[in-house]
T-cell receptor, first 114, second 110 residues
Framework: AQTVTQSQPEMSVQEAETVTLSCTYDTSESDYYLFWYKQPPSRQMILVIRQEAYKQQNATENRFSVNFQKAAKSFSLKISDSQLGDAAMYFCAYRSDRDDKIIFGKGTRLHILP | NAGVTQTPKFRILKIGQSMTLQCTQDMNHNYMYWYRQDPGMGLKLIYYSVGAGITDKGEVPNGYNVSRSTTEDFPLRLELAAPSQTSVYFC?????????FGNGTRLTVT
């Protein structure tokens, strides 16, 4: 069975600085999708960025980018120029292309220091 | 366009009671999912469905049942509620890519 591991329960970063959140996963599949979701205190789940495993190029969305290392099964999220509104729980997620199951890591709580 | 709608938003149940959490989506998505999120934790997959008439167990299916009679609806049934089922429940849907989430149902079992 696939697993998703986020080893950093909490992180803090100074406003305007850069922070990287870690995610590793375990799978025997070659085709899959990876996602980062943000959950602010409102409890709403917001998609931050997605990556298809067959794409070698790392995905970017404005200040958010990923470092996807398929062989290492690593999928880290980099947030540049951190803003107060980035404070939230961040979840890494894996979608199997075989059975369409989507599983999540335990999350990293990100604090932004003014 | 409402997206994914969950009802109710809040519910308090007594131990042993049953209830159904409703989820409906208007995006014609084939895939639908139920997750639970315990305080300070990640989302655990309860059940999911890849289309009408098809359901599969997720990571934590015990104590729950689902059905998928239409593309739009994916209700989650709790039988004999237990305190361990106190959680926030999220329904989500997707086509082939990212999930669209409902706003969640906060359930307390006392």
């Amino acid at each position: 069975a696939q697993t998703v591991t986020q080893s950093q329960p909490e992180m803090s970063v100074q406003e305007a600085e850069t922070v990287t959140l870690s995610c590793t996963y375990d799978t025997s599949e070659s085709d899959y999708y990876l996602f980062w979701y943000k959950q602010p205190p409102s409890r709403q789940m917001i998609l931050v960025i997605r990556q298809e495993a067959y794409k070698q190029q790392n995905a970017t969305e404005n200040r958010f980018s990923v470092n996807f290392q398929k062989a290492a099964k690593s999928f880290s999220l980099k947030i540049s120029d951190s803003q107060l509104g980035d404070a939230a729980m961040y979840f890494c997620a894996y979608r199997s292309d075989r059975d369409d199951k989507i599983i999540f890591g335990k999350g990293t709580r990100l604090h932004i220091l003014p | 366009n409402a997206g994914v709608t969950q009802t109710p938003k809040f519910r308090i149940l007594k131990i042993g009671q049953s209830m159904t959490l409703q989820c409906t989506q208007d995006m014609n998505h084939n895939y639908m999912y139920w997750y639970r999120q315990d305080p300070g934790m990640g989302l655990k997959l309860i059940y999911y469905s890849v289309g009408a008439g098809i359901t599969d167990k997720g990571e934590v299916p015990n104590g729950y049942n689902v059905s998928r009679s239409t593309t739009e609806d994916f209700p989650l049934r709790l039988e004999l509620a237990a305190p361990s089922q106190t959680s926030v429940y999220f329904c989500a849907s997707s086509s082939r890519a990212p999930l669209h989430f409902g706003n969640g149902t906060r359930l307390t079992v006392t």
